[in-house]
């Protein structure tokens, strides 16, 4: 079952997980709408049974039943070959048996379905995947009363994706905006293969409303120039601790970007204290433009954060970043040519906190009954560090046209 869900999301297919009970009480077929909830909101096309040896009778009579009104049942590794527990053993084996029955007639007309691979099966029934997976990306996918749907895809890769996206779901155009800035355009897809020209950086993502009113010009900017390299901010890197614990670790000045709990420190005390604290670091460092530079908007790429930054630029506070490509932009009327005052304050996870206390005190600090995934006694003593700060490398990049063809370098 597990690898079934797991070679379906990774070939574009969209479905929902569905219990014994909701087949039976929240599941109904319809002439008009097909495979429905009992809310009329949300609509399926087939039902997939992935390797179920065992079956309730009762779930295999509704199967059946959906059968019976033309609903699509794609039953991988065969239909099941009996029952669970040993109630009434007998008796429900027996309904069981009309119910495979009544599944069978069902064969000739396509209704239901029996293969060994369900990749196969839900091709031969039609069901439509979403081929953007095979470009690395990923998706979610809301569909509206009125038709539309909404995707939200994003890259969890290391590389920039450039694709020309081809949807499962009809549309005249479709509206494509940043999750983060609010940012969006309306695109009109190819006339040659109805693709969408998508931009995505590295752990990129957007949100994409597919509608039914076509759009105007098609943005040529989108996807076709790329950031160029800029320059590095190398440092001198002032380092200070502002809050957290346990304890707060000394100030410090360091000469390449690293995880903080690598660092070698004065001593052991110090270098336990890096190893223990949660809380913030402020980095401070000073830059100059350069003299050829472009003009406009720059790009502050940070690298790696562990695992969340908020940048100030010559006293002015620029935002918050939380998630890959861990960028800002860097306003062309708050840039100086000479003397630029970055500050990156970047707070890690409790993780390495927890873990100190583990250590010095036991279960001792604990407020509450603590349980690891396996229900197992919880114990963090000897928990690995979490990398922590600002790893880099950081960057100042020339702005130029990113996911929406406009001046959006990040």
């Known amino acids: 079952f597990c690898e079934t869900a797991r070679r379906l999301e990774e070939r574009g297919y969209a479905f929902d997980l569905v219990s014994d009970r909701q087949l039976r009480q929240e599941i109904g077929y319809y002439s008009r709408t097909g495979l429905t909830a009992t ?24 199967l059946a039943d959906l059968a019976d009104l033309g609903a699509t049942l794609l039953l991988a590794g065969g239909l099941p070959a009996d029952v669970p527990g040993l109630f009434d053993l007998e008796g429900r084996r027996r309904v069981l048996e009309h119910a495979r029955e009544r599944l069978q007639r069902h064969l000739h007309s396509g209704r239901v379905r029996i293969g060994p691979d369900p990749l196969a099966l839900l091709a031969a029934a039609g069901v439509p995947r979403e081929p953007m997976t095979d470009q690395g990306m990923e998706f979610v996918r809301r569909r509206h ?43 009109s897809p190819s006339h040659r293969d109805g693709s969408l020209p998508l931009r995505l950086p590295p752990g990129g993502s957007l949100l994409l409303r597919t509608l039914r009113a076509a759009a105007g010009r098609r943005p040529a900017a989108i996807g076709e120039a790329v950031t160029d390299d800029g320059f590095p901010l190398v440092g001198p890197w002032r380092v200070t601790f502002v809050s957290g614990g346990p304890t707060l670790p000394v100030a410090r000045t360091v000469s390449i970007l690293s995880d903080w709990t690598t660092w070698e420190g004065e001593d052991e005390a ?19 433009l350069p003299a050829d530079g472009p003009p406009g908007d720059r790009c502050l790429s940070l690298g790696q954060v562990c695992h969340s930054a908020r940048v100030t630029l010559n006293d002015v506070d620029l935002g918050v970043v939380f998630c890959r490509p861990w ?68 960057r100042v990049l020339a702005s130029a046209p990113g996911v929406f063809g406009t001046a959006n370098p990040c």
């Open 39 to 62: 809310d009329q909101r949300t609509h399926w096309q087939a039902i997939l049974v992935a390797g179920c040896a065992r079956m309730p009778a009762e779930t295999a009579l509704r």
């Open 145 to 187: 009363p009125d038709g539309t749907h909404t995707y939200f895809v994003t890259t969890p890769g290391a590389t920039e994706i450039r694709a020309d996206v081809v949807l499962a779901r009809r549309m005249s155009s479709a509206q494509v905006s940043d999750p983060l800035t609010g940012e969006r355009t309306t695109l």
């Open 327 to 394: 960028c800002v932009t860097l306003p062309a009327d708050l840039l100086r040519p000479t003397g630029n005052l970055l500050e990156i304050e970047v707070i890690n996870l409790m993780a390495n906190r927890l873990a100190a206390l583990e250590r010095e005190q036991g279960d001792a600090w604990r407020p509450f009954l603590f349980v690891n995934i396996r229900y197992q006694p919880f114990d963090a003593a000897d928990w690995t560090p979490l990398p922590s700060g600002l790893l880099g490398p950081v």
């Open 270 to 288: 110090d270098r336990e204290t890096l190893r223990a604290f949660s809380g913030m670091a402020r980095y401070t460092v000073t830059f100059d």
